[in-house]
Each structure stands twice: as C-alpha cells, then as structure tokens.
C-alpha cells in the first residue's frame, strides 16, 4: 500500500521528464545543429580544411541559433536567470564573441600568411592579431576621451 505509493512517488522523481521549454530547446538545437553541418559541407570546396570548416560551421550555427533563440524566449517567457533560455543566451552571445573577435581573424591571418611552416604561420598570426586588437583598443579609448570631452563629464561608459 504505502511503500509501493512511497516508492513510485520516489521512482518518478528520479525519472522525471524534461520541461517542455528545454524538450523544445533540445530538440530545436539538434536540428539546426543538422541542417547547419550539411548545408556547409554541401556548399564547401574539398580544399576547405577541417579547421577551417569547424569555424564556420560554429560561426553560421551560432548565428542561426539567435535567430532561432529569440522566438522561442518569446513565446516562452523564462524570467529564469538560471534556466536554459538564459543559459543557451549566454552560451550563443559568448561563443560569438570569441569567434568574431579572436578565432574567426587568427584563422584568417593563419590562412593568409606566407610561411610554409606551422610556428611561423602561428606567430606571425597571433602577433598581428594582437597589434590588431590593441589598435582597437588605442582607437576605443582616443575616442571615448573625445567623446567625455565633449559631452565634459567622464561617465560616458554605462559601467
């Protein structure tokens, strides 16, 4: 009587099914995840290395993802810090960061340079990539003092 109710109540805790919001989720991410690899290796040239197919794979999948995200945080409405509408932004607005901002122009610059040898493609990769990041940042920060000058106030960031 009582054990056997105690122990099912028990057994389904265990065993529980995914909320239909992650079901969705899950399941919404598998397929793109699909129809993204196909498409890329359908359009791309065998002379494509696999690196280089990774990243854009990653770059047009994460892409897609937003798109695909945005509806579904919608529809659903997860105020949720911790759930996985929030989880999944997170995961798709940092990834993209990184591939757009340091992968996507190392590989670039990887690609394009002119050694035949991999330390030397390497470093000559990662040093242009770092006077590329730190020109940015002079430029970002010439500005911004134009910018607090102008408006004579230094809270110009929102930080």
Same mark, same amino acid.
């Given at each position: 009587?009582?054990?056997? &109710?105690?122990?099912?109540?028990?057994?389904?805790?265990?065993? %529980?099914? /995914?909320?239909?919001?992650?079901? /969705?989720?899950?399941? !919404?991410? @598998?397929?793109?995840?699909?129809?993204?690899?196909?498409?890329?290796?359908?359009?791309?040239? !065998?002379?494509?290395?696999?690196?280089?197919?990774?990243?854009?794979?990653?770059?047009?999948?994460?892409? &897609?993802?937003?798109? /695909?995200?945005?509806?579904?945080?919608?529809?659903?409405?997860?105020?949720?810090?911790?759930?996985?509408?929030?989880? !999944?932004?997170?995961?798709?607005?940092?990834?993209?960061? $990184?591939?757009?901002?340091? @992968? /996507?122009?190392?590989?670039? *610059?990887?690609? *394009?340079?002119?050694? $035949? $040898? $991999?330390? #030397? #493609?390497?470093? *000559?990769?990662?040093?242009?990539?770092? *006077?590329?990041?730190?020109?940015?940042?002079? %430029?970002?920060?010439?500005? %911004?003092?134009?910018?607090?000058?102008?408006? #004579? %106030?230094?809270?110009?960031?929102?930080?």
């Amino acid at each position: 009587g009582a054990s056997t &109710f105690v122990a099912a109540v028990h057994f389904r805790k265990q065993h %529980t099914m /995914l909320p239909a919001s992650e079901t /969705l989720l899950l399941s !919404s991410c @598998a397929l793109l995840s699909a129809l993204t690899v196909y498409w890329m290796r359908s359009i791309a040239s !065998s002379s494509v290395s696999t690196f280089m197919l990774v990243l854009c794979i990653a770059s047009y999948g994460l892409g &897609f993802a937003g798109v /695909l995200l945005l509806p579904l945080d919608i529809s659903l409405g997860d105020s949720n810090p911790n759930g996985p509408i929030h989880l !999944s932004w997170m995961i798709i607005y940092w990834s993209t960061l $990184f591939l757009a901002w340091i @992968a /996507l122009p190392f590989a670039r *610059q990887y690609l *394009q340079s002119g050694h $035949f $040898f $991999f330390r #030397k #493609k390497w470093k *000559q990769a990662y040093d242009e990539s770092v *006077q590329d990041l730190l020109l940015l940042l002079v %430029t970002s920060a010439i500005f %911004t003092v134009i910018l607090a000058l102008h408006l #004579k %106030t230094w809270r110009v960031l929102p930080i």
